[in-house]
C-alpha cells in the first residue's frame, strides 16, 4: 500500500477537506486541482468538488461508502447536483449535528456512529449507506468519525483507544484494527489521512513510524 505525504492549503490535516468512499473522493473546489488529479492518478479515485453546507470541510461534514452519501440537513441545491453525479443515494439525516464526517465512520461492510446521534439518525445512516449501524465512543471521545479512519481492509484509531474497544470496532467495520496517530503525534487520525483502498493521502508532517502504522493498519492482506 503506497502513502504520500501532503498538504491543502498549507494544512496537514488533509482528512478534514476530503471524504472517500467506494472509489469516489468528494473534494472542495478551494482545493488545489493538483491535488485533485493526484487523488485519481495515485489513489485511483473519481473526484467530485463540491463544498458541504457552503464549507469547504467536506471530510468534517459527509460520510460515504459504495453503497450511499450521507450528508447534513443544510446541505446546498447546488451541492446536491454534484453529489448525484456520483450515480450513488444521497440521503440527508435530519439532526442538528451538522458534521457527519466527525460523528460517523464506514466502510462496506459496517459504520460506528456516535452516541450523540438519536436513534432515528442512526436508523437514517443505515438506510443511506446500506450497512448495520453500531453505536460506540472510543477512547473516551464520542467524535469516532474523527476517531477512526477505515478502508474495506483496516482500520486505525485512535492511540488511546483500549483493547476492548477496537474488538468492537473490528467486529462492526469487519477489518483488522490498529491504534496510532498522524501528523507528528495527532489521536484523530481522521483529520490527517484520505484512504483509498490501495493508498492513502497523509498529511506532510507525519513521521516515518507513523506511516509504518499506518500502512499496517489500512494495507489489504
Same mark, same amino acid.
Given at each position: 500500500?503506497?502513502?504520500?505525504?501532503?498538504?491543502?492549503?498549507?494544512?496537514?490535516?488533509?482528512?478534514?477537506?476530503?471524504?472517500?468512499?467506494?472509489?469516489?473522493?468528494?473534494?472542495?473546489?478551494?482545493?488545489?486541482?493538483?491535488?485533485?488529479?493526484?487523488?485519481?492518478?495515485?489513489?485511483?479515485?473519481?473526484?467530485?468538488?463540491?463544498?458541504?453546507?457552503?464549507?469547504?470541510?467536506?471530510?468534517?461534514?459527509?460520510?460515504?461508502?459504495?453503497?450511499?452519501?450521507?450528508?447534513?440537513?443544510? =446541505?446546498?441545491?447546488?451541492?446536491?447536483? /454534484?453529489? $448525484? *453525479?456520483?450515480? !450513488?443515494? @444521497?440521503?440527508? +439525516?435530519? &439532526?442538528?449535528?451538522?458534521?457527519?464526517?466527525?460523528?460517523?465512520?464506514?466502510?462496506?461492510?459496517?459504520?460506528?456512529?456516535?452516541?450523540?446521534?438519536?436513534?432515528?439518525?442512526?436508523?437514517?445512516?443505515?438506510?443511506?449507506?446500506?450497512?448495520?449501524?453500531?453505536?460506540?465512543?472510543?477512547?473516551?471521545?464520542?467524535?469516532?468519525?474523527?476517531?477512526?479512519?477505515?478502508?474495506?481492509?483496516?482500520?486505525? =484509531?485512535?492511540?488511546?483507544?483500549?483493547? /476492548?474497544? $477496537? *474488538?468492537?470496532? !473490528?467486529? @462492526?467495520?469487519? +477489518?483488522? &484494527?490498529?491504534?496510532?496517530?498522524?501528523?507528528?503525534?495527532?489521536?484523530?487520525?481522521?483529520?490527517?489521512?484520505?484512504?483509498?483502498?490501495?493508498?492513502?493521502?497523509?498529511?506532510?508532517?507525519?513521521?516515518?513510524?507513523?506511516?509504518?502504522?499506518?500502512?499496517?493498519?489500512?494495507?489489504?492482506?
Amino acid at each position: 500500500m503506497m502513502l504520500y505525504r501532503t498538504s491543502i492549503r498549507n494544512s496537514p490535516f488533509i482528512g478534514v477537506y476530503v471524504a472517500t468512499g467506494g472509489g469516489i473522493a468528494v473534494v472542495p473546489p478551494a482545493a488545489p486541482k493538483g491535488f485533485a488529479s493526484r487523488l485519481t492518478e495515485l489513489l485511483n479515485l473519481r473526484v467530485l468538488r463540491t463544498t458541504v453546507g457552503g464549507v469547504s470541510s467536506v471530510g468534517a461534514m459527509v460520510v460515504m461508502n459504495s453503497n450511499g452519501i450521507a450528508v447534513p440537513w443544510n =446541505v446546498e441545491e447546488e451541492e446536491l447536483i /454534484e453529489l $448525484k *453525479r456520483s450515480g !450513488r443515494l @444521497i440521503g440527508i +439525516v435530519e &439532526t442538528k449535528l451538522t458534521s457527519l464526517g466527525n460523528l460517523v465512520c464506514a466502510n462496506d461492510h459496517g459504520a460506528i456512529a456516535s452516541p450523540l446521534l438519536s436513534r432515528k439518525d442512526v436508523r437514517q445512516l443505515g438506510e443511506i449507506l446500506g450497512v448495520e449501524v453500531c453505536q460506540l465512543s472510543v477512547a473516551g471521545y464520542d467524535l469516532v468519525g474523527s476517531a477512526i479512519v477505515t478502508t474495506n481492509s483496516g482500520a486505525l =484509531v485512535h492511540l488511546s483507544t483500549e483493547e /476492548e474497544e $477496537k *474488538r468492537k470496532v !473490528r467486529d @462492526i467495520l469487519k +477489518v483488522k &484494527t490498529e491504534t496510532g496517530t498522524v501528523n507528528g503525534g495527532y489521536r484523530f487520525v481522521r483529520a490527517g489521512i484520505v484512504p483509498g483502498e490501495k493508498g492513502a493521502f497523509v498529511g506532510n508532517i507525519t513521521t516515518g513510524p507513523e506511516l509504518m502504522a499506518i500502512r499496517e493498519a489500512l494495507a489489504p492482506q
